[in-house]
């Protein structure tokens, strides 16, 4: 830390907030002079050596930040981080008097003195550096000369928060991890919905020995220079970001605000702030209103990133972080388009066939239907024999149905001349998907059979006995054929595998004569009416049965109801 003379403090008194010192109320005239001259001791502070110090610029409103070297031939490095603005910004110094001495009276300076000394700041000063961007930029010199160095700032585009780390030793200090010769991120691979990137390490890691992990960025806009730039778009909308009222939130001087500890307890910034890390990890991929993801992943150097949607260009970043001070430097970001969605094959459905559909978990397949002759409307009968499954059906591009499904369904859609059909089948998120379609414009009769929304199979409790059990099921006004089928199964079997039988498609041809029971017709023209029950007999005691109930339409098909366990009594 730097021994600050008197004659240095005497000339920042005046370049910063009149709180440090007690106004002269006696002097009129020196007390109008500061109040006249309020932009230097309002707006100016000074920057700590060897520390980043966090700040906000209103849009238009400059600020101005003094640091000080107290002897020539001094190295010093100032850099300067804009969030989520460009900012314009001037490094000048302006040199202390030569006449300034440690010894003092221990009297008041003279008022004429005092303006001279407020007038040589203002006037005195030799420009060393400007920038106007939004990238990290730093000034950097060997040899200092010793001097009072001021840093204006303004930003023109909007009210933005920025940076700024100061020291004159940042050969020894190097808080910013330091890059490869070779900066730059490669994609080395990409696929549908993956990118892997690879990048040169950090020779902070090797060199320094010190903590250093990376930190990936996912976006689809631009890429970003800076992880202020990036927890600056994460946060937007939270109060931390909120703009400070000087004078209400923090003073010039208020170097806790800053995270330097003061007199009065904890600082602001220590009750407040997280680490890089910290904040990156709660920011995850679908966070509300955020399309932007991150993920720190240590120290290793190459990552592949996952569930990417296909077709769709990102932005990568890779930032190296110091987990010991939370400062961070940018490599050379890239972008990489993901492959398209692989072009599905589209089946042809022919007038009255039925067609089996297989469809993988979240899976789609495309159906074509091209009528032969004129027609006024098509029948689509579908039978969805496992999860349930989502349809949609547009006719020349025109979306005609769209809807979730399950079971057999019978949708009526209304013709056009030479029109052609294009059926869109997405599979279950929990599952393959099984089914049988066909499609017509000549509808007779229905080629599976009309089954009730309700296809449970109801057990009475009271008529099970040791050898047989009863049980019911609905049907619907259409006079059907109904088999029902019974299989022994072990008193451990469960609903979970029961579950997993549940293909509705599976007809009774594919059951062993033995376990049939009995085949019969009913209908109901009342459908409150439409309900049958059968008693099975010849079963043997406590032991567990699967029982099925099929369904046969005119054609031949067949659907089957839920499965039913049930268990004989041990005793009667």
Avoid at 245 to 269: I, M, T, V
Avoid at 371 to 384: F, T
Avoid at 506 to 521: F, H, M, Q
Avoid at 541 to 560: A, C, E, N, T
Wanted: proline content about 6%; glycine content about 6%.
């Amino acid at each position: 830390m730097l021994i600050i003379s008197w004659a240095v403090t005497s000339l920042l008194l005046f370049a910063t907030d009149s709180r440090t010192q007690k106004l002269p109320t006696r002097d009129e005239e020196l007390f109008q002079m500061q109040l006249r001259d309020k932009s230097l001791f309002h707006d100016s502070s000074i920057i700590p050596d060897g520390a980043e110090i966090s700040s906000y610029l209103f849009r238009d409103a400059p600020k101005r930040y003094y640091f000080v070297v107290e002897e020539d031939n001094t190295p010093l490095s100032i850099t300067i981080t804009p969030c989520d603005a460009p900012l314009e910004w001037k490094l000048t110094l302006q040199e202390l008097p030569e006449e300034s001495s440690g010894e003092g009276s221990g009297e008041p300076e003279p008022l004429e003195q005092q303006k001279q000394k407020q007038q040589a700041l203002k006037e005195l000063g030799t420009n060393l550096y400007s920038y106007k961007g939004n990238d990290v930029e730093s000034y950097r010199a060997s040899n200092s000369p010793s001097g009072l160095y001021r840093l204006e700032l303004i930003s023109t585009e909007k009210d933005t928060n920025f940076k700024v780390y100061a020291s004159t030793t940042p050969d020894s200090d190097q808080p910013y991890p330091e890059l490869p010769y070779d900066p730059r991120v490669d994609v080395t691979s990409f696929g549908r919905t993956t990118v892997t990137l690879a990048w040169k390490p950090s020779p902070t890691i090797s060199q320094l020995r010190q903590p250093i992990q990376y930190c990936v960025i996912i976006n689809k806009e631009h890429n970003f220079k800076s992880l202020c730039a990036v927890e600056a778009k994460l946060n937007a909308d939270d109060t931390f970001m909120a703009a400070p009222k000087p004078g209400l939130d923090f003073s010039p001087f208020d170097f806790a605000y800053f995270g330097f500890p003061s007199d009065n307890g904890p600082s602001r910034e220590q009750k407040t702030a997280k680490p890089v890390n910290t904040r990156l990890s709660q920011h995850m991929a679908g966070a509300p209103g955020v399309d932007l993801q991150q993920i720190c992943i240590g120290n290793k150097s190459i990552f592949t990133v996952s569930e990417l949607k296909p077709d769709t260009q990102y932005y990568f970043d890779i930032f190296a972080v110091n987990t010991n001070s939370n400062m961070s430097t940018a490599y050379v970001g890239t972008f990489a388009k993901t492959k398209e969605e692989a072009k599905q094959k589209t089946m042809e459905l022919k007038d009255g066939k039925v067609t089996d559909v297989f469809i993988k978990r979240k899976g789609v397949k495309f159906l074509r239907f091209a009528p032969v002759s004129s027609h006024q409307k098509v029948m689509l009968y579908v039978h969805s024999c496992l999860d349930g499954i989502q349809i949609q059906v547009r006719r020349d591009g025109k979306l005609m149905l769209s809807q979730n499904m399950e079971g057999v369904r019978h949708f009526q859609l209304r013709g056009k001349p030479k029109a052609k059909y294009l059926i869109r089948l997405k599979g279950s998120k929990t599952g393959a998907s099984l089914l049988k379609i066909l499609a017509t414009n000549r509808p007779n009769k229905q080629p599976f059979p009309s089954v009730p929304e309700d296809t449970r199979i109801k057990v009475f409790d009271k008529l099970r006995t040791c050898s047989s059990v009863t049980v019911a099921w609905l049907g619907t006004q259409e006079r059907n054929k109904f088999c029902v089928y019974k299989r022994l199964v072990e008193n451990n079997y469960s609903e979970e595998q029961k579950k997993r039988e549940q293909n509705q498609c599976i007809g009774p041809d594919t059951r062993k004569k033995s376990e049939k029971v009995v085949c019969k017709y009913f209908h109901s023209h009342i459908l409150q009416k439409a309900v049958t029950t059968e008693t099975i007999r010849g079963l043997q005691p406590g032991r567990s049965y699967l029982l099925d109930v099929y369904v046969i339409g005119h054609g031949g098909h067949s659907v089957k109801y839920q499965s039913k366990l049930v268990k004989t009594r041990r005793s009667c």
